[in-house]
């Protein structure tokens, strides 16, 4: 097995050198940086103090952005967003699965990767793509990728692992999933060192996301099968005295303030409670898999001579909710599940500086262009975080940010919420016409909504205009900052 993975590798590489694209026409030359993007799954910010590799050799020698927000805190329409540059209002992901949502939802054929090998650079997936992703054809190649390893069937199963390695199905049983990206991302590390052309990389590492360990039941009907993820056999019970989460909001008892939606949540059982101390564990747990990878990418980059001009970008598709306001997912505009880590490290970028203004994954595909000197394909929402990084961009703007996500189930054209989320303030409207409205000075946990008070009268008001702008924004109209 380990002969045809290297076979396989090596051919894709030979091929990618000779110059090679998926029309038989040679790249331009081009000349750039590399890129390298490592994504992890339903990763909260909070998770990376678990990380000490990746706060060392990453946040240590880069740019770490502390408000770094998921708008749509939802695995697909959250990757939709790297890949398009559009917020899901624009892109059209509004969900994990079709019709609303899911890989067959988006316009692949103008993405990043495609405006990349345009520009003449090679191109690298390996891991979890878009939700729904080989459903139809499990040999797709998805346009623009060089060399393609993507998860399919059994994405969710950390231990038993099936890739369409370039249009070929190939299985690994009883190979930790993690382990097997972080070798091959480096393998191949140190085999394009030796092509001409540089390289865009995204490793998307399942970690830590749940597990499911049920292969090939469509996804509308897994919900029993649902647990904590597995580590790695090393690193089990490395965090079984991990103290809980200290949130008062964690099965918060008044609901009051909340939307319908929220106060039709019932408390959570101690049994639930115990077993979401230990989601937590596991989940820490699991990234130390990840953690280890990134330690010998950055290794790799070094030896190979390549580290000097690389770019690393590491980040999380959303966040999630262990409890906090009774809820046990993502999706929601809460803190947990918007708020994901983002390190930019590489040339020109200073060493060890915390930007704190607040950017997104909308703004991923708009730094990765202008890193590449890449012109994207589409009109972008966001912006490059290249120059904030760098510091040549004042970091004292206060961002406004649009919110939104669909109903978790269903097909309705409708909105479980819009919003938008400030430096100082979040605000979400439900569907149903409930407003919620949060001085995160003031109340950081999100515990009391202010929505209808006198003293915020003001602040409401300019937060319901902003909605009302950005809601169907497009392009430059989605940038907007408070005065100030």
Not at 447 to 460: E, K, N
Request: charged residues 20%.
């Amino acid at each position: 097995m380990r002969k045809r993975r290297l076979w396989g590798l090596a051919l894709a590489v030979f091929l990618a050198t000779l110059g090679l694209s998926a029309l038989g026409q040679p790249p331009p030359a081009v000349h750039g940086p590399n890129v390298i993007l490592v994504m992890t799954d339903d990763m909260r910010m909070d998770d990376l103090r678990f990380m000490p590799n990746t706060e060392r050799l990453l946040a240590g020698q880069g740019a770490t952005f502390s408000q770094m927000l998921s708008p749509y805190p939802l695995c697909c329409p959250a990757r939709a967003e790297v890949l398009s540059g559009q917020y899901s209002h624009n892109n059209g992901v509004q969900g994990n699965a079709w019709p609303r949502g899911g890989y067959y939802k988006l316009d692949s054929s103008n993405t990043l990767p495609v405006w990349l090998r345009s520009r003449g650079y090679q191109t690298v997936f390996m891991g979890k793509y878009l939700n729904q992703y080989g459903e139809r054809d499990p040999h797709e190649v998805p346009p623009g990728w060089d060399i393609w390893d993507g998860s399919l069937t059994h994405v969710y199963d950390y231990f038993d692992v099936i890739l369409n390695q370039n249009g070929s199905i190939v299985e690994y049983p009883h190979v930790y999933q993690t382990d097997l990206f972080d070798h091959t991302s480096t393998e191949l590390v140190r085999e394009l060192h030796g092509s001409d052309r540089p390289y865009f990389m995204w490793v998307s590492y399942v970690a830590p996301h749940a597990e499911c360990t049920i292969a090939g039941i469509p996804a509308s009907e897994r919900e029993g099968c649902w647990h904590p993820p597995r580590p790695e056999l090393v690193d089990r019970g490395t965090y079984d005295d991990l103290a809980p989460l200290r949130d008062p909001s964690v099965n918060e008892a008044n609901m009051s303030d909340k939307s319908a939606f929220m106060r039709r949540l019932p408390l959570l059982t101690p049994s639930q409670l115990r077993l979401l101390r230990f989601d937590r564990i596991q989940r820490i747990e699991a990234l130390q898999s990840v953690d280890r990878a990134v330690a010998h990418l950055v290794a790799q980059l070094k030896a190979s001579g390549q580290y000097r001009n690389t770019y690393i970008m590491f980040t999380s598709d959303n966040g999630i909710q262990l409890g906090e306001h009774r809820w046990r997912n993502k999706i929601l505009g809460y803190e947990p599940s918007v708020l994901v880590p983002l390190i930019i490290e590489g040339p020109g970028i200073p060493h060890g500086v915390v930007r704190q203004q607040a950017v997104t994954t909308v703004d991923i595909a708009a730094t990765i262009a202008q890193m590449t000197h890449t012109r994207p394909g589409r009109v972008l929402d966001g912006e490059s975080l290249l120059p904030l990084a760098q510091g040549s961009l004042p970091d004292n703007r206060d961002r406004i940010v649009p919110l939104e996500a669909a109903p978790v189930h269903g097909t309705s054209p409708t909105w479980l919420y819009q919003g938008v989320r400030t430096n100082r303030y979040t605000l979400l409207r439900w569907d149903n016409g409930d407003i919620e409205l949060y001085d995160r000075s003031r109340d950081p946990f999100e515990m009391s909504s202010v929505d209808g008070q006198p003293r915020y009268a003001s602040v409401q008001r300019a937060l319901l205009d902003q909605l009302g702008r950005l809601r169907d924004c497009a392009g430059r109209s989605c940038l907007a900052w408070l005065p100030g």
